[in-house]
């Protein structure tokens, strides 16, 4: 069982460094920052491809400009690296900065058709998301399910980062009752400094309060290297009781491509 891993477009020289640290032909997912540029989008894709690795660009809907700019950058990607799917996320300004109000926008208007993309990757978020209400997060997915189906597109789905194993489990048992057995990347912590996997927990509303801190042995020291194995052990457990299907996992690189690749490389993976 292996993993995928994540990179910005200005830190994708980690993944040159990081290079005899990584399976050949792992999935690494190119973020959409609204800091960076459809060039170094592109130069990253173009990058981890030569690395002999599979790019996975993140079209983020909401902060594409028109159709035309959606377009051209797909067509970007596949000249530069011939991405073998993309995933397709809402994005996170609050207003759109051109036609698409979300990912199902952006997949109803035919571009996947058109650039005969066959694989895509779609989020989920275990703990909720801090401006959808579970009801309308539920429906999407099953539009996007449906959509995709009808359209002959595979899909697999990725979590977003979450610090409680136990909401992973539970989500994922929610998931699998529904009748959806495609493929799920469970978003796992590599090792980071506390403070920065706090700091990301803040940024994406993720649940990181002293309890949930406690339980999984974040470190008093915040500048200290939190470890991913209690949560890991927890998640295990927690998987145990119930049917989870199809599932990989996906390594948020907090602390580095570098670090997540070399811990890694001793990880038995996910159960």
Known sequence: ?????????????????????????T???????????????????????ACGFQPVPILSARRLLSEADASQLISDYQNAAAPERFLIVGGDPERPQGPYQNAMALMNSGILGRFGIKTVGIVAYPEGHPAIAPPALWAALDWKRRFLDEAGISFEITTQFVLDPLAIAAWLADLRARGIDTLVRLGVNAPAPAKRLLSYARMFGTKADAEICARYAMPDDRDAIAAPEPFLTALDTALAQIAPGRIDAHLYPFGG??????????WRGLS
């Open 1 to 25: 069982m292996g993993y995928t891993l994540e990179i910005t477009g200005k830190a994708v020289r980690q993944i040159e460094a990081a290079q005899a640290l990584i399976p050949p032909g």
């Open 27 to 49: 999935q690494i997912n190119i973020a959409f920052l609204g800091n960076e540029t459809h060039a170094q989008r592109v130069n990253a894709a173009r990058v981890i491809r």
């Open 257 to 266: 491509i570098g670090m997540a690749a070399g811990w890694a490389q001793g």
